[in-house]
């Protein structure tokens, strides 16, 4: 039995909450699903052109591919594509409510943690460097998760969490203004935010990693569901490139968030190892931040990224019954 102490995740939905349309899904896309975790600042592009088609198929209703969005020119092209006859009155165009948060891989991690950002005392030069490194950093990923979206005809806007006055305090949120994300998608855009560095009011900065986003998300908006893409098929009793590793199918969640496996029963205990250039947390703040969310009965699924798994999660096909041929681990309220 492992119990979550992260005080961020206290949180409850509010009276006032922005969000006004229903929200079907938050995806979190793992940024070491994305990238490639052992080369600085590369993006794995089969992965991520494969989990948008399946965002495409699992938002828009429409079997027909709506025009694409990005109208800027790609490395290596000489012209921008864009054809205005394309859209007329497309329906297609129309998305399920679905926010994005995505995480940093192989962008920001290194330049936070060479700095010390994620430690605080922003009144130190190399800090301060750090910080805006990061933040380019991760930005630069995001702007590249929302055109490879917006090729594929889903209008996703990027939204940073910094820039959009998120605030924490002894590195838990403190302050985060939803409005412009809920203004997003009451105008029919798909927010895309990500982890990023922020100022903290006691230790001055922090990263704000793309899980603990997402479980202040889910707190206010109640999605239907939500979906963690990673670069494993789930969460394991062990570090999955070990060969006696369990995938954990189910985990159960009580009332004070707390969590315990459920299926399969196993006899040893569970490790959960956070790798050296994380300053988020790893698997340990996935499951931890899973479990919170969970505890406001939203089923969570975390599975592998591209794959028919993963699909058959954004589609929300589980929510009925988790079928025995799906590989996956889903976190859900004992209630």
Known sequence: MEKNKNQSQTLTSSPLSPFTPSIR??????GAAVTCKDELEMINEEVLQKVSEQLRQAMIASSEK???MDWSKRPGGSEICCNPEEFGDHSAMECSPFIVVHGAGSFGHFQASKSGVHKGQLNKPLVKGGFVATRISVTTLNLEIVR??????????????????WLTSERHISSADLSSVAKAIDSGFTPVLHGDAVLDEIQGCTILSGDV?????????????????TDVYGVYDRPPTEPDAILLKEIAVADDGSWSVVKPKLQNS??????AHDTTGGMKTKIS????????????????????????ALNGDLRSSIPDDWLGTVVRSLR
């Open 25 to 30: 899904c938050i995806v979190k896309l793992g």
């Open 66 to 68: 709506p025009p694409g």
């Open 148 to 165: 490879a979206l917006a090729r594929e005809g889903i209008p996703s806007i990027g939204m940073s969490p910094f820039s959009c006055g």
């Open 213 to 229: 986003i997402i479980s202040h998300l889910a707190a206010y908006s109640k999605p239907k569901y939500v979906v963690f893409l």
């Open 270 to 275: 569970i490790e959960l190892t956070v790798a």
């Open 289 to 312: 931040e899973a479990a919170m969310i969970a505890k406001h009965g939203i089923d969570v699924y975390i599975v592998k990224a591209a794959t028919s798994h993963s699909l058959r």
